[in-house]
């Protein structure tokens, strides 16, 4: 029954179109985009492409590394992001933080933004330099 339950909340919300429980007492969502493999192996992070979110979902990008990095020049030095101005997603007033869950070896950085109105809007995260695009279109109407 356990394996099960992992499944049905872990996997459940990356299927695409598919309408999440609500909640009574929640905010909405948060979206993740999905963490593939980082500039090297021991980074990951959110991968860069194009993302559908309803209008106050929270949107955060990941940016992992491990604090066991036998090369410590591949951790992130200076990081800032960018938004287009189309008005669908701005920089959360959380901006860009450092997560420490306090469980695993891996470093965090988690830059935060929010899903305002329908449109479509480029979030340019740019780390060391090197840029990672993830476009959003903002769904009129809340449905993926």
Known sequence: MRASLFAVVVFTPFVWGQDLPKVEGTKGYVFRP??????????????PGEYKVRPGDVIEIDYRFAQANPNPAEVAKKVSAQVTKGGA???????????????TAMGKLVFAFEAKAAGKDT???????????????VLNGGKK
């Open 34 to 47: 999905p963490v593939g493999q980082g500039p090297s192996e021991y980074i990951q992070m959110s991968r």
């Open 89 to 103: 997603v701005t920089e959360s007033d959380a901006g860009v933080r450092v997560v420490d869950d306090g469980a």
């Open 123 to 137: 979030v340019t995260v740019v780390i060391d330099g090197k840029k990672y695009e993830y476009k959003f279109e």
